[in-house]
């Protein structure tokens, strides 16, 4: 992803491209612009204007490092259709047995929407191919950003691998935006006690580590933190 930023102070203006496609919301590099302005502007909070509302990023200074706090618009989450899911299912290769119950499939949005697949195992999230275009072509169809693709460890500790064929991407190392979906997904199903603070750990199976914090109120946006690497 790429930013394009306008005018200056506070408030920004903030549009996001990925090799194929503009996105209505990146969250990792929402995240990667709070650290930038941190860097060139000083710790503050920055009101970043997207396509789908206003996005506050809070960055402040922990030793060597910037770390910036974005908070997402109103989450929301459409279980998943049956038909749908099958479809979906059949690209990756996946079988239903192969999922967590716990977490059932679900179509998740805080800016983008993001469908949820929980894996029963972490093996089964760790071996991924796909049939990149006809995935591609589905979720054009259907307006889906990413799959969030996770296992659960613990209450606190999630693993996430994002494929992203509408953006000419195999997967995405860090996707803050669906980190954001998720985290009000399992809020407002209640599958999760509000508040609440899990880590989501993705890229790793890719050699490109990312760690999302994410911070669940009782109501209204989820926090996503990080900080990052210049390149």
């Given at each position: 992803m790429v930013r394009q930023a306008a005018s200056?102070?506070?408030?920004?203006?903030?549009?996001?491209?990925s090799p194929e496609a503009e996105?209505?919301?990146c969250g990792h590099a929402t995240i990667a612009s709070g650290v930038a302005l941190g860097e060139s502007d000083g710790d503050n909070t920055y009101l970043l204007s997207t396509t789908v509302g206003e996005v506050p990023v809070a960055v402040k200074t922990e030793g060597k490092f910037k770390i910036a706090a974005l908070t997402s618009i109103e989450?929301?989450?459409?279980?998943?259709e049956a038909a749908l899911l099958e479809q979906i299912l059949k690209l990756l290769g996946w079988q239903t047995d192969e999922l967590d119950p716990a977490i059932p499939p679900a179509n998740a949005y805080a800016g983008n929407w993001h469908f949820v697949i929980a894996a029963n195992s972490k093996e089964r999230l760790d071996d991924l191919s796909y049939d990149f275009d006809g995935l591609k072509q589905l979720m054009q169809a259907e307006n889906i950003t990413t799959l969030q693709l996770i296992w659960r460890e613990s209450d606190s500790v999630i693993h996430s691998r994002n494929p992203f064929p509408i953006g000419g991407v195999v997967e995405d190392p860090a996707t803050g935006a669906a980190a954001a979906a998720l985290g009000g997904y399992l809020r407002e199903a209640g599958l999760i006690q509000a508040p609440a603070h899990i880590s989501v750990h993705q890229g790793v199976v890719m050699g490109r580590p990312s760690l999302l914090e994410v911070i669940i109120p009782t109501s209204g946006g989820i926090t996503i933190t990080g900080t990052a690497v210049a390149i």
């Open positions: 200056a102070g506070q408030k920004r203006t903030i549009r996001y491209y996105v209505a919301f989450p929301e989450y459409q279980l998943a």
